[in-house]
């Protein structure tokens, strides 16, 4: 009996790793203990006999689950910033100390990070096809300086005298921009762009 005494020890972390699954907030986090919960169960199907279920655990049920997810988290968990080519994106690239446009692209980076997304800067022009992008959801948000957005329609972008203005059509990122971002050189708009399907 004290020779089995593992088994019941291995049997016992699938619930506690099944626990710690479910309290993940961080999604990398989840996907880690969900791959460590299919080599348990795997363990666990071996050690009572079943050879043939513990390796399609551990090549289906964990090793290909945990890969599809991961190409679903990469590609889901993204923020994509649509910017000038002339404007932030080029502060962005040369990342000057001190520049304003810098520090506003690096405050965004952080609040993304704190929600586990990935920001992706998508240069655009000009103006105008930043402002189409937005409309035909290939883009979440834009960020353009009011220099550059004084010379082209204004029905999208509401400076209020700021120097930057923020634009997004995902209801969670402007609540999310909103409460997070504290930066007073920057005016975020809400904007509802047409139903034509969501695009990630």
């Known amino acids: 009996m004290m020779n089995d005494s593992y088994v019941y020890f291995i049997v016992a972390l699938l619930p506690l790793a099944a626990f710690m699954l479910t309290i993940q907030i961080n999604p990398y986090n989840a996907l880690v203990i969900r791959g460590?919960?299919?080599?348990?169960?795997?363990?666990?199907?071996?050690?009572?006999?079943?050879?043939?279920?513990?390796?399609?655990?551990?090549?289906?049920?964990?090793?290909?689950?945990?890969?599809?997810?991961?190409?679903?988290?990469?590609?889901?968990?993204?923020?994509?910033?649509?910017?000038?080519?002339?404007?932030?994106?080029?502060?962005?690239?040369?990342?000057?100390?001190?520049?304003?446009?810098?520090?506003?692209?690096?405050?965004l980076r952080t609040i993304a990070n704190k929600y586990?997304?990935?920001?992706?800067?998508?240069?655009?022009?000009?103006?105008k096809s930043l402002d189409?992008?937005?409309?035909?959801?290939?883009?979440?948000?834009?960020c353009i300086a009011r220099s550059h957005h004084d010379t082209h329609d204004r029905s999208l972008h509401k400076s209020e005298g700021r120097p930057y203005s923020i634009t997004t059509r995902i209801r969670r990122l402007y609540d999310i921009l909103q409460t997070d971002l504290?930066?007073?050189?920057?005016?975020?708009?809400?904007?509802?762009?047409?139903?034509?399907?969501e695009k990630h």
Not at 90 to 104: F, H, I, V
């Open 36 to 107: 460590i919960l299919g080599a348990i169960a795997a363990l666990v199907y071996a050690v009572l006999g079943a050879a043939d279920v513990a390796l399609t655990e551990a090549l289906v049920g964990t090793m290909l689950a945990i890969t599809l997810y991961a190409v679903a988290v990469r590609s889901s968990l993204v923020m994509r910033l649509g910017v000038l080519e002339d404007g932030l994106l080029k502060a962005e690239t040369q990342a000057e100390s001190g520049d304003p446009s810098a520090q506003l692209i690096a405050d």
């Open 116 to 127: 586990h997304l990935r920001l992706e800067l998508i240069p655009y022009a000009d103006p």
């Open 132 to 142: 189409q992008a937005l409309l035909e959801k290939e883009i979440h948000v834009t």
């Open 182 to 197: 504290s930066s007073p050189t920057t005016s975020l708009t809400y904007v509802t762009a047409p139903d034509s399907g």
